[in-house]
């Protein structure tokens, strides 16, 4: 992602930003602030788009978990075949 001068509302970055002051400004989940700030400026919650401004918060999406996840969780789900997925990550 390029460094722009200013970040239109839709960005990622303002996204992210919006999300984090969200989160701390009322006390509820970051991923549930963001979900609520990219909705207000037309970015689908949990799409691609939407996937971009959770990574620059440390959220990555995890589709073989189906969740977001820190990163070294998501390499390892990602490196490991789906049926053995219940078994390594089984609490």
């Known amino acids: 992602?390029?460094?722009l001068p200013a970040?239109?509302?839709?960005?990622?970055?303002a996204i992210a930003f919006a999300g984090i002051v969200c989160?701390?400004?009322t006390g509820c989940g970051t991923l549930d602030a963001l979900a609520d700030c990219a909705e207000?400026?037309?970015v689908r919650p949990f799409s691609d788009y939407f996937d971009d401004a959770a990574e620059l918060l440390g959220f990555f999406y995890s589709r073989p978990l189906d969740l977001y996840v820190?990163?070294?969780t998501k390499r390892r789900a990602d490196a490991l075949p789906y049926d053995q997925l219940h078994l390594a990550f089984a609490h």
């Open 1 to 3: 992602m390029n460094r």
């Open 7 to 13: 970040y239109p509302a839709d960005h990622p970055v």
């Open 23 to 25: 989160a701390a400004r």
């Open 40 to 42: 207000r400026v037309g």
């Open 70 to 72: 820190d990163r070294e």
